[in-house]
């Protein structure tokens, strides 16, 4: 199981930034998967736009800008 990293600036949130999280935890994301291993070689077969297969993701990390846009911070 794969966690996912998920940066934005998030100002303000809104339901696409949900629905992204939630197409990651149920599987239905058709993303890919990348790590320091495999990275190039998942780069490459994402461009091919290849079907395969990916890791299941269990947990989604969101990780918030820190600076101020429209009024609104972390």
């Given amino acids: 199981m794969a966690t ?3 940066p934005g600036a ?3 949130p809104h ?4 629905e992204v ?3 990651l935890l149920n599987g239905s994301h058709k993303g890919k998967v990348y790590n320091l291993s ?7 077969d994402a461009l091919r736009e ?8 269990r ?3 969101v990780f918030i800008g820190g600076g101020e846009r ?3 911070t972390a």
Avoid: M, Q, S
């Avoid at 339901?15 to 949900?18: I, L, P, S, W």
């Avoid at 495999?38 to 490459?44: D, F, I, L, Q, S």
């Avoid at 290849?50 to 993701?57: G, L, R």
């Fill in 4 to 6: 996912a990293l998920y």
């Fill in 10 to 12: 998030y100002k303000p």
């Fill in 15 to 18: 339901r696409g930034h949900f």
């Fill in 21 to 23: 999280v939630k197409k």
């Fill in 38 to 44: 495999n990275y190039k070689e998942v780069g490459a």
């Fill in 50 to 57: 290849d079907d395969t297969a990916v890791e299941p993701i």
């Fill in 59 to 61: 947990k989604v990390v």
């Fill in 70 to 72: 429209n009024g609104i």
